[in-house]
């Protein structure tokens, strides 16, 4: 004998399990979504046989992934302020590019050493800067990645290679 009670949990039984079925599941993608960037202070930590690279930006600390040649770069400029920009993981940032900006909180200026007829110039992306009164020793860095303080167009300044010339 088929009874109300049964005929209504036959027919509210598989609409709350249709309903229950409907609802998305959770997004756990582990892959950052489109481009990054972080600005901070590079930190080289570990020992000489396991380094890692970190940017310390005010009370957060992160880790950095790169490729060999920037990776590279970056344990060379331990203590400098920079601009990464790449990709955001659940446990690291993964760098595609990086700029230099600041060394003990004086602004630089990062790019590569070229000399153009005799005259030191800094290429960089925004283009040729003159360096009106370079240290003698960047005459040595021609094609070589760094960054400059100072006044670029009188000098006295200061330097940090980067990227050593080829």
Partial sequence: ????????LCTIAPLMTLAMSCQRPAHTSSVGIGADSLTGIVSITGTAFEQGIVL?????????SAGAPDS??????????????????PSLFRVDHFTAL???GAPVTDGIVRNDGGRLVLETVRGRIPLGNPPAALRNLVDARVWVGGPLDR????????VPPP
């Fill in 102 to 104: 600041s060394v003990a």
């Fill in 56 to 64: 310390r930006s005010g009370e957060s600390v992160t880790y950095l």
């Fill in 155 to 162: 000098g006295p300044n200061s330097y940090g290679i980067i």
């Fill in 1 to 8: 004998m088929i009874t109300r009670a049964s005929v209504a």
């Fill in 72 to 89: 590279a770069a970056l344990s060379r400029i331990g203590g400098v302020e920079v601009r990464v920009t790449g990709r955001r993981t």
